[in-house]
């Protein structure tokens, strides 16, 4: 799986205001389920949503440096995706340095993909460590400017 593979255009959301972790994890999941015809395999937000809070009660994904990595095993899906969103204001979310977080990928697995999670997971949290990364996304105009720096790092690193 290639990180271009991982996130696509319609997954992407720029200056998003959510009240609530949960809001957050209800928008990114239901551009997931529009983008991926997660309907059509019998996934619904609501448990994409539960799945993606349950995981959060057994530690904050926040990461630290104002990133978020939520992620949740689901039933019925076939192969690992993700979701972004740039915050419009930073919020709490836990995180292990104590500071809101305003960047947050959202990750989708199959329920049985330990190996494949995993290695989007620290995929991800490899790129987004990246100062000059982060300040290029907090940077951008646009979701579809958001989609092009992280579909780039795919090409960079395919090279």
Do not use: W
């Amino acid at each position: 799986m290639t990180d271009s593979a991982l996130f696509r255009a319609d997954t992407i959301v720029c200056d998003l205001k959510p009240d609530s972790a949960k809001q957050l994890f209800q928008e990114i999941s239901s551009r997931l389920m529009a983008a991926h015809n997660l309907a059509e395999r019998g996934i619904n937000c609501r448990d994409i949503v539960a799945a993606a809070s349950e995981r959060e009660r057994l530690g904050s994904t926040g990461v630290g440096n104002g990133v978020a990595l939520p992620h949740a095993r689901i039933e019925g899906i076939d192969t690992v995706v993700a979701g972004f969103a740039r915050l419009s204001e930073p919020m709490e979310f836990d995180a292990v340095d104590g500071r809101p977080v305003d960047l947050v990928c959202f990750l989708l697995a199959p329920a049985d993909a330990g190996g494949a999670h995993l290695r989007a997971l620290a995929r991800v949290s490899r790129l987004l460590r990246r100062p000059e990364l982060r300040a290029r996304l907090r940077a951008a105009p646009s979701a579809e400017a958001i989609y092009t720096i992280l579909a780039d790092q795919a090409a960079t690193k395919a090279a």
